[in-house]
């Protein structure tokens, strides 16, 4: 009793601080003992996980009702993969986490049998460091719902609000994730949303990464229209740039939030999805050295982490957690190699000729400019249409197709081209190399795009239909944005039924 009375004095306390504060404050106050540490932590991130004021009428309403053998008794908490709620097994006399999940993940068939499949994998996941799934099942208007273990701890991102974290804290805990991840790497599974709100630091400190599965239909391996910023600063660039992506998405990932833990603050800042995604594609390498208090060895794990160029970022876990425990062990870290620190990130690798064509500066400038128009989707515009444009004046035109109106385009080129009489090129004079659909048919291919790869499938559709050349063309163009063999060739063979 005594000591749940310290706790929460120091929890009192550490209330009246400024967030930024108050780890230190906590490390202070507890004199070295971790049980009375932890049991802080767990208070104060309770103080910080009150229902959310803004949680959906039908998640409150929800509070008392049955869904499948759990009866839902409060929300946890709320975000853009539905609302959390704690319920009761009735089966096992148990508490489970329990989510369901946004009837627009789950409206097509496709997404569907995609989440369940990937579920299935994830299931089979047996580790400490993973928070695996209890259950599937669906309510009678078809939502599907997830049942997790349900934690006492907190989550990783209210932990985070408090400030920059003890070095040893960040290392523990970064280890966890990296043994739950490799261990589902080695498994063929990639995160593809890890962030401080997907994982858990439970009141025996024990690391879980949560939701599996579930971004791998969110889109958030997409574009990042409709993604919360939440998830866009944790994004890889060949992420943001729909590239194929392997494990090291999931580093980069893990790179943010280990600087994030150590600094305080996130290493690619902005206010709203397009200047994060912005800076992460194209602005200046940002100094990422630590306070002067940490190991200078910290900065060569933080630069291998967030590579720009995959090819230069860690191969695997293993070699990333290699490092930090040199660190923990004062042993000496090799340097890695500098040459590409400073790269920008080019998801095509166009040629040294197309790149001469263009000056940083004037890029940055047209991808801000084009924000105005077409919101977070702008540096990714870009980013695609460098690949085959070899002047300014290209580059503008194959731009055209994403602006509202006649008056923007002009004002684009006008502003960017250099050429005003190639700027000047109309849709009719490009009109005969493109291939010509009816809005029948458009509506048909767009339809089936978007089942397969979410909402960006209608403007990939709008972009590819009007510069293909044969249906053949525009099949494969779209095919190129789906991993998997198989649903490539399905994707495929339904679009060709369109025509």
């Known amino acids: 009793m005594a000591k749940t009375q310290t706790a929460r004095s120091i929890v009192d306390s550490a209330l009246n601080l400024p967030s930024q504060k108050r780890n230190a404050f906590v490390e202070d106050a507890c004199e070295g003992d971790a049980g009375l540490k932890q049991d802080v932590l767990v208070l104060l991130s309770q103080s910080d996980n009150q229902i959310p004021t803004d949680a959906s009428e039908n998640a409150q309403s929800m509070i008392g009702e049955q869904v499948g053998p759990y009866k839902i008794e409060s929300i946890i908490g709320a975000g853009g993969m539905g609302m959390i709620h704690k319920a009761k097994d009735t089966r096992l006399d148990r508490y489970v986490a329990l989510k369901c999940l946004p009837p627009h993940l789950t409206v097509n068939n496709q997404n569907r049998e995609r989440f369940l499949n990937e579920a299935k994998a994830v299931s089979r996941l047996d580790h400490p460091n993973i928070c695996t799934l209890y259950d599937i099942g669906e309510t009678d208007d078809k939502q599907l719902y997830i049942a997790m273990p349900f934690y006492n701890g907190y989550t990783l991102d209210k932990r985070m609000r408090n400030g920059p974290m003890p070095l040893d804290d960040s290392i523990a805990i970064c280890l966890q994730i990296s043994e739950g991840l490799h261990a589902a790497h080695n498994n063929g599974i990639i995160h593809r949303d890890i962030k401080p709100a997907n994982v858990i630091v439970t009141s025996e400190n024990i690391v879980k990464v949560l939701d599996f599965g579930v971004a791998k239909i969110s889109g958030v391996n997409m574009t990042s229209t409709g ?108 340097p890695h190699s500098p040459e590409n620190k400073q790269r920008k990130f080019d998801p095509n690798a166009p040629t040294r000729e197309t790149v001469a064509n263009f000056e940083q500066h004037t890029i940055e400038d047209l991808t801000k400019e084009l924000t105005k128009h077409v919101g977070p989707m702008a540096p990714v515009l870009v980013s695609k249409a460098i690949k085959t444009s070899t002047s300014m004046e290209e580059l503008c035109l194959k731009l055209d197709e994403h602006l509202p109106s006649d008056g923007v385009r002009q004002h684009i080129r006008q502003r960017f081209a250099a050429n005003a009489s190639s700027a000047n090129m109309t849709a009719e004079q490009t009109k005969a190399i493109r291939l010509t659909l009816t809005e029948t048919q458009l509506q048909c291919v767009s339809s089936v795009t978007t089942s397969f790869i979410g909402p960006i499938g209608k403007l990939l559709v709008n972009r590819y239909s009007k510069k293909s050349q044969s249906t053949d063309d525009l099949c494969q163009l779209l095919a190129e944005h789906v991993d998997d063999a198989t649903d490539k060739n399905e994707l495929i063979k339904k679009i060709k039924k369109c025509f």
């Open 227 to 334: 993604v919360s910023l939440g998830t866009v600063a944790y994004m890889s660039p060949e992420q943001l740039c729909s590239e194929k992506i392997d494990a090291r998405t999931d580093i980069w990932a893990l790179g943010i939030m280990f600087y994030e833990m150590l600094v305080g603050e996130r290493p690619y800042k902005g206010d709203q999805a397009p200047a994060i995604i912005h800076s992460v594609l194209y602005a200046d390498r940002p100094n990422l050295n630590m306070p002067d208090h940490l190991p200078k060895a910290l900065n060569l794990i933080i630069d291998k982490a967030l590579a720009r160029s995959v090819d230069d970022r860690y191969p695997s876990l293993i070699e990333f957690m290699a490092d930090l425990r040199k660190i923990s062990n004062n042993e000496t870290i090799t």
